[in-house]
């Protein structure tokens, strides 16, 4: 038999559990130290970042071969200019140095910018800072006139820069 008790008994059963979160939303309000209500604070925070210096170089061009001609043979050079394009972005610089030649080729000379002759050994390029230094490359190919014939010839000379 169902009768109206004990349907109001299930009524109040199944609103418990909304009246006992309201009691400890209650209690916990009521118990809550007064002062966490009543100021507020603020507070500063620093921060330091420390960037490490970052260097890099980047060949933009290097020449793949060498065009030699009659004329050259004769004259016992070929001129290869602006044959290697080098960025350097470092404050410190960079040291670009050469391997030995291959071919037909004796010996070589190396110009930066149309300016004098660098040494064999290799060359110093000053850093640039916060910007890209940069240097042209020209070469002059000595060439063995007994055994070198009139061809394209794969570059004669490894090219390395690397970072002081």
Known sequence: MDN???????????????AMAAILVVLAI?????????????????????????AYVRTVYQANSVQVTA?????????APAAT????????GGM????????P????????QGGPAISPDGMYISGGGSRMAGV???????????????????WPLPVEVSLE
Not at 96 to 103: M, Q
Not at 105 to 112: D, S
Not at 136 to 154: H, I
């Open 96 to 103: 670009v140095s050469f391997g030995g030649l291959s071919g």
């Open 136 to 154: 042209t490359l020209g070469y002059r190919f000595y060439l063995n006139t007994q055994t070198a014939r009139p061809g394209n010839y794969s």
């Open 85 to 92: 394009v080098v960025k350097l972005g470092s404050e410190r």
């Open 105 to 112: 080729f004796t010996g070589f000379q190396v110009t930066g």
């Open 4 to 18: 109206g008790k004990e349907k109001g008994t299930a009524k109040k059963l199944a609103c418990m559990p909304f």
């Open 30 to 54: 009521q118990f809550t130290p007064a002062q966490a209500w009543a100021r507020s604070a603020t507070s500063q925070i620093s921060v330091t970042a420390y960037v490490m210096p970052a």
């Open 71 to 79: 004329a050259d043979i004769s004259r016992g050079y070929v001129e």
